[in-house]
């Protein structure tokens, strides 16, 4: 069993910056592919960004590349989104997410383990 905390989410203004973080508790954290998911209000569930296990295989949505970065730390075994130029329509619950499978995370299909969210919240 992986439990996943995430940090890091508040209110911030259009342009400004976030970084999220998401602690696992996974001793083989390593072994994990780790993903970034966000719901907006009233929408589903989206993609936002996904990294392999040695970090070395990345993936964005579209609409973020460019302004948002996902990086882990194995020693430390923590995930980061560094969210640049946020826009109001990225204000959503941002989730962390972890599987063996890259690829489970990046078509969102029987992802192993979620953590509760942290709200982000852009104000025009």
């Known amino acids: 069993q992986v439990t996943l905390v995430e940090s890091g989410g508040g209110l911030v203004q259009t342009g400004g910056s976030l970084r999220l973080s998401c602690a696992a508790s996974e001793r083989t954290f390593s072994s994990y592919a780790m993903g970034w998911f966000r719901r907006a209000p009233g929408k589903e569930r989206e993609f936002v960004a996904c990294i392999s296990g040695s970090g070395g295989n990345l993936r964005y949505v579209d609409s973020v590349k460019g302004r948002f970065t996902i990086s882990r730390d194995n020693a430390q075994n923590t995930v980061f989104l560094q969210m640049n130029s946020l826009r109001p329509e990225d204000t959503a619950v941002y989730y962390c997410?972890?599987?063996?499978?890259?690829?489970?995370?990046?078509?969102?299909?029987?992802?192993?383990?979620w953590g509760q969210g942290t709200q982000v919240t852009v104000s025009s």
């Open positions: 997410a972890a599987d063996p499978n890259f690829y489970h995370i990046v078509v969102e299909k029987a992802v192993d383990y």
